[in-house]
């Protein structure tokens, strides 16, 4: 069979495979009908960490059930399924608690990372009945897909922030993950979500969602002129970032009650930082930085330098993200950082599934270009990395 797959790194291309076998009576063998490439193929293929030789690509899918293990209770062969992109790993003893990286670092993130992914003819997945998802009759397939991981990951950094009712919220970065945010937050019941972002596309998406419970304000920080309000010590900007001064300015300099992040550079949580309140503040962060490979070499020669190895580790540079002290009240300030892997497995997408359905939402709009074929892979990829949509389906 055909496979799309990360030959090394920085290089993709076509392989043929043999057809998977169901290894565990837990699991199933999949067939693709729509898939999308993610920005976090892109992060694999050209930033992450080494991968098996010739893996799969493909972590986003809706999926026609061939064949189910003997122990799978709740699907059936020829069922179309929705597949999270986080499946998490139900052996390990603690994942319970927390199934995101239960045994070791993102072992829920397995399809297309640790394990061949939905870029290929057939695909298998281990733990169906808990990890597949059932799609509300009726819906859209193109939603469904746009739920397996776009929504599921703008909600998390929702969620994980605790939007109330009546807050304001920053969302920072308004690709798909960001307009899923404004989507979740809208529905926590956020009052006022100022949006960061430029691309003019992903601009009406977000000004779409503006109405009379929620104004949404998108901020071209390209383009934005604002100055720190009077009074303000100037550190309170350690970037001098327009947008922060625009939302201290809105705030009456209190700041939003919560701020995502969902996008943007290695700046962007030292400005989240700046402009979320004090107090009671939250910064929820779902966007991976993505590492600077000079700096993180130097970090690992100095650390392992067995000739001064003490000095090393007390002088070393760290490949790191800044946090500004003075709006950090020193160490003081009572806000909490989140860091958050996206939520995923059966029951979490089952909820945004139905959540999506009964508010009659149709985050498929975020789909802006169509491909037909397995062939067509490789280009989707492509055009994710080169920003040339904001997502892609490609129909398998």
């Known amino acids: 069979m055909k496979a799309f797959v ?56 809706i999926a026609e ?18 597949v999270p992109a986080i499946t998490p790993d139900w052996s390990q003893p603690d994942v319970a608690v927390n199934y995101a990286h239960a045994g ?7 399809l297309g990372k640790s394990i061949d992914g939905a870029f290929q003819e057939r695909f298998y997945l281990p733990y169906a009945d808990q990890n597949l998802a059932h799609i509300p009759a009726g819906m859209d397939l193109d939603d469904a897909l746009m739920c397996v991981d776009v929504v ?22 308004i690709g798909a993950i960001g307009l899923a945010a404004i989507m979740g937050a809208k529905l926590m019941g956020a009052r006022t979500i100022y949006a960061v972002g430029s691309r003019p596309d992903n601009v009406k998406i977000a000004e779409s969602m503006r109405d009379e419970s929620c104004l949404v304000e998108v901020l071209n920080y390209k383009t934005l002129r604002s100055s720190l309000p009077e009074g303000m010590h100037p550190l309170a900007n350690s970037t001098n970032s327009p947008v922060v001064n625009y939302v201290l300015h809105r705030t ?6 919560k701020v995502l992040i969902c ?13 979320v309140k004090y107090g009671t503040g939250v910064v929820s962060n779902v966007m991976y930085f993505g590492a ?24 070393t540079e760290i490949d790191g993200l800044l946090l500004p002290k003075f709006s950090m009240g020193r160490g003081m300030a009572g806000k909490t950082l989140k860091f958050s892997l996206s939520k995923g497995g059966r029951q979490n997408l089952e ?46």
């Open 6 to 61: 990360l030959k090394k790194h920085g290089e993709v291309g076509y392989v043929e495979k043999p057809l998977p076998i169901l290894r565990d009576a837990h699991g199933v063998i999949l067939k693709p009908v729509l898939v999308s490439p993610c920005t976090s193929d892109v992060h694999t293929v050209w930033q992450g960490s080494p991968k098996k030789p010739d893996l799969t690509l493909g972590h986003e899918c």
């Open 65 to 82: 059930i061939v064949e189910t293990g003997s122990e799978v209770r709740d699907f059936h062969p020829g069922e179309i399924v929705a």
């Open 104 to 110: 070791h670092n993102f072992s829920a993130h397995m």
């Open 152 to 173: 599921q990951t703008g909600f998390t950094a929702a969620e994980e922030a605790h939007v109330h009712a009546g807050d304001t919220v920053v969302v920072m970065g």
């Open 252 to 257: 009456g300099t209190r700041g939003a009650d």
């Open 263 to 275: 996008g943007g550079n290695d700046y962007t949580l030292a400005e989240a930082v700046d402009m």
């Open 292 to 315: 600077d490979p000079e700096r993180e070499d130097r970090e690992l020669r100095n650390l392992e330098d067995p000739r001064n190895r003490e000095e090393n580790r007390r002088n």
């Open 351 to 396: 909820r945004v599934l139905r959540l999506i359905r009964e508010h009659d939402l149709h985050p498929g709009i975020f789909i802006t270009e169509h491909y037909t074929g397995l062939d067509k892979a490789k280009q989707a990829l492509y055009d994710m990395k080169d920003r040339k949509a904001i997502k892609i389906s490609v129909e398998i």
